[in-house]
């Protein structure tokens, strides 16, 4: 195996430690007892609940600056039931497909030997990979996860691997040495062009920049022939025990004629002798990558096909994410979100993720600097000519959702929807649904206290360095306050904290040099403490300078 430069996996892996779990099957397999316990519902939601802060302060500051805090609302992440589905699927496929791979088992190393052997033969060796392997199989599952654009699926993917450690560092197991470096998840972009090389290129550059090896350089020149590059990356891919392949836009491969029924093989390669899980995520026009081939179609879906649809205007999620969104005004008036308003909105952005938030961000700037609307109230023609004018090249696409145009849909492969197969898979579930509004309303109430929490403590912890001695403990209290309502509640509270200290020092500065200047100010209106200055200037003792200028005299002469 190649060195691994450690300098370079600083800070993106971890070393392994290893835990029983809960289900027998899962137990010795270092690989799977190194990974964290199976989440529960509390800590998906954690990771979804992205509500960016908009303090009273913000919302009096002046408009330039308020068009900077509105830009805030793009973070915003709302919980919503498909995501819990998502991580359960994902969650799955990475432990039962290290079931069959497990490095203490002799066929895993017996399948590493066969694919270097593979790779040491001709050209064509490529095409027996199935056949040497077939007495070692170790079938995965595959996910798809479908959907138009802006509906959310590469975000959700992208808060849901880092709940994972990507790569662990192997150096013992049941005391015994287990020197191994396991890559828990990869995602990689399929090209735009479609063309398998440069799949296999950006494969070996993802493995580079994670671990610092050279394999772009290895395996990737110009002249290499791709399908030996294919063989290339399954052998990394075994070698490496890759928990999970991402590959996102996969509906790229519908540019390339000539690699496209070679590339989706390949992805039934992996899960079929490899045994790595393959999650392939894309628009709806992906989904013709499948038709006719039920070989594909199949291993493409093997653990179901997550039809991820834009929110319905009745659903409940929608009306909890649109209330939720409301509250991120930075508007002079708040405008209360009336019915009125809800249908507008819902119109102008067809309940799809990223439109509604670019809606909501866009509808405010406009307001912000209308002189015609002093008070900066949203109303339903703002929204309709915010769409209109800020938001044109989307409304051919919007229109055609909006009036159910098959025939104009079909104009906008991205936008296609199976309508069928979304009312079978993708029903909202209403308890969980109703669970999550109830868990996010609570969690909500519960960040006033955890703030406060925060704050308590970086006040305590601030005061204890003892540096700040013109501060009293109310103002390093409230220079905590001003700070932590400034972030987000799941900051990193070092961050925090170094900005506090900061600002303290520089309040303590300032406070230091107001006393001075009070000093000099008190020593100027005491004209006796200003003689005393100057005698002692004079190395003159005060009594006699003072007694010079008449402020002492003689007692037998004062009064006799």
């Known amino acids: 195996m190649e060195k691994i430069n450690d300098l370079v996996l600083k800070g993106t892996f971890k070393t392994a430690t290893y835990e029983q779990k809960v289900l027998s099957e899962y137990n010795n397999n270092p690989f799977i007892e190194a990974l964290p316990s199976i989440f529960n519902e509390d ?86 990979i199935e056949d040497r392997l077939n007495y070692i199989r170790s079938t995965a599952d595959s996910l798809s996860i479908i959907g138009i654009s802006g ?45 398998l090389s440069t799949l296999c290129k950006s494969f070996f550059k993802a493995i580079d920049d994670l671990l610092g090896t050279r394999y772009l350089e290895k395996y990737g020149y110009l002249n290499r022939v791709t399908s030996t590059m294919l063989l290339h990356m399954t052998s990394l891919a075994a070698m490496f025990g890759i928990g999970v392949l991402v590959i996102d836009e996969i509906q790229h491969l519908l540019h390339s004629k000539n690699d496209q029924e070679e590339m989706l093989n390949f992805f039934v390669t992996l899960s079929n002798t490899v045994g790595i899980p393959t999650v392939l995520i894309g628009t709806s026009k992906a989904q013709q990558l499948f038709k006719g081939n039920f070989r594909q179609a199949r291993r493409a879906s093997s653990d179901g096909a997550v039809i991820w649809d834009r929110m319905a ?90 009036n159910n145009n098959l025939a104009d849909m079909m104009k906008y492969e991205d936008i296609m929807i199976n309508l069928d197969e979304v009312m079978l898979n993708h029903k909202r579930d209403t308890e969980i649904s109703g669970r999550i509004k109830e868990a996010f309303k609570e969690r909500q109430n519960t960040i006033d206290l955890k703030r406060k929490d925060i704050i308590e403590s970086l006040s305590i912890e601030v005061a204890a360095l003892g540096i700040f001695e013109h501060l009293s403990s109310q103002d390093i209290k409230t220079l905590s306050t001003k700070v932590v309502e400034t972030y987000p509640i799941d900051v990193d509270v070092s961050k925090l904290k170094s900005e506090v200290i900061q600002k303290a020092i520089k309040l303590n500065e300032d406070k230091n040099s107001h006393k001075e200047t009070a000093k000099l100010k008190n020593i100027e209106t005491l004209p006796l403490l200003k003689l005393r200055n100057q005698s002692l200037n004079k190395k003159v003792h005060p009594y006699d300078h003072l007694k010079d200028r008449g402020y002492i005299k003689t007692p037998i002469e004062e009064f006799y």
């Open 43 to 128: 800590d998906v939601l954690e990771r979804f609940m992205v509500t960016p802060r908009i303090s009273e302060t913000d919302k009096k500051s002046e408009s330039n600056i308020r068009y900077h805090i509105l830009k805030r609302a793009r973070n915003f992440i709302q919980p919503l039931p498909i995501h819990f589905e998502v991580e359960r699927r994902l969650s799955t496929l990475i432990r039962r497909g290290y079931l069959a791979r497990n490095p203490l088992d002799k066929t895993f190393l017996e399948r590493i030997r066969v694919l270097h052997e593979l790779r040491e033969e001709q050209e064509l060796a490529h095409k027996h």
């Open 151 to 195: 509906i959310g699926k590469t975000t959700a993917i992208e808060r849901l691997l880092p709940m994972y450690p990507q790569v662990i560092k192997h150096e013992t197991y049941a005391g015994q040495p287990f020197n191994r470096t396991q890559i828990v998840w990869l995602k990689i972009d399929c090209p735009y062009d479609g063309s």
């Open 313 to 402: 205007e009745e659903s409940e999620e929608w009306e909890f994410f649109l209330e939720t969104l409301w509250k991120l005004q930075c508007l002079k008036t708040p405008t209360t979100l009336t019915n009125e308003l809800k249908v507008a909105f819902y119109r102008e952005c067809q309940g799809i993720t990223a439109v509604a938030i670019n809606l909501f961000i866009l509808a405010q700037e406009r307001v912000l600097f209308d002189e015609g609307n002093p008070e900066e109230i949203l109303t339903p023609r703002v929204l309709k000519k915010t769409a209109e004018e800020d938001m044109q090249t989307l409304q051919p696409m919007l229109n055609a959702i909006r």
